[in-house]
């Protein structure tokens, strides 16, 4: 190997390996400072690619939980009140009983068709404020329910049902036109009572298993994003045992590389010796 002052290859090598060490050493500290073994497009164009796909409908899963949590809240909150009111409607079936009672004064009878009205006007007021977020399925404002996202493209939907519960309706034909000031017109407020009972009761089993329905979808689009997020992990995330090892590896090569080096720069300083 020539001897000269101008080319120095030993030195040339050692600085390319030293170079090539501290940019493999830079990938391993930033994996560990991250997390991640792609960080970005310039690591891996196809992985980083398919992650951040993976990304977007992840968060897209994430709108349509919230609509679906938005949809259980609502049927929650319509089934309360429809409790509430079915409640109410056995209270009201003890009051039209009790005013068939032919023995009874003006005074009792009149008592009586005030209980009434006043729990007439409960189930009114329950149903008016069975509402969440601006959602009301139970006072007849919605003719054919509210639909909900069901998937990420937002190209199916749930659709939780409207029931119009309001006084003197197809469900509750109880109304405050009812009056127990007489025997037929209790005989005729019982008979409208047993009917909204038969058909509150249908209805809410109807809304309960929407709500059922609901609650089911809602639990596999959770389980859905925690798969998504897991394969996201799969794709990006480093083993930081591997790149602990791996990062003292090459501080010692780095180490190393810098003593080669050094020697290589010495190796000029011979041909001094053949000068004196």
């Known amino acids: ?89 056995n209270e009201l079936k003890e009051k039209v009983v ?26 009114g007021s329950a149903i008016e404020n069975a509402t969440f977020d601006g959602g009301n399925i139970l006072n007849g404002s919605l003719s054919s329910g509210i639909q909900f996202l069901a998937n990420a493209d937002a190209s199916s939907s749930i659709t939780l049902a409207a029931k119009d519960l309001s006084l003197g309706g197809s469900v509750i034909a109880t109304s405050l036109s009812d009056s127990l000031l007489t025997i037929s017109g209790a005989a005729a407020a019982l008979d409208n009572l047993d009917d909204s009972i038969t058909k509150l009761n249908s209805a809410l089993g109807e809304i309960g298993a929407q709500a059922k329905q609901i609650s089911a979808h809602n639990t596999f689009v959770s389980k859905l994003s925690d798969t998504l997020e897991s394969g996201i992990g799969n794709l990006v995330d480093a083993d930081l045992a591997k790149e602990s090892a791996r990062l003292q590896a090459l501080q010692v090569q780095q180490q190393l590389g810098a003593q080669a080096l050094s020697i290589a720069n010495q190796s000029p300083q011979i041909i001094l010796s053949l000068f004196q």
């Open 98 to 123: 009790a005013a068939k009672d032919e023995s009874l004064s003006s005074q009792s009878r009149a008592l009586l068709d005030a209980d009434f009205k006043a729990l007439v006007r409960a189930i």
């Open 1 to 89: 190997m020539t001897n000269s002052v101008h080319t120095n290859t030993s030195a040339a090598i050692a600085l390319q390996n030293l170079t090539t060490t501290n940019e493999r050493l830079n990938v391993t500290q930033g994996r560990i400072s991250t997390g991640l073994k792609v960080q970005g497009a310039k690591d891996n164009a196809a992985i980083w690619a398919i992650a951040q796909g993976q990304r977007a409908d992840l968060g897209a899963l994430g709108a349509v939980k919230q609509s679906l949590d938005r949809a259980t809240s609502i049927a929650d909150v319509a089934l309360s009140a429809g409790e509430s009111v079915s409640d109410l409607l």
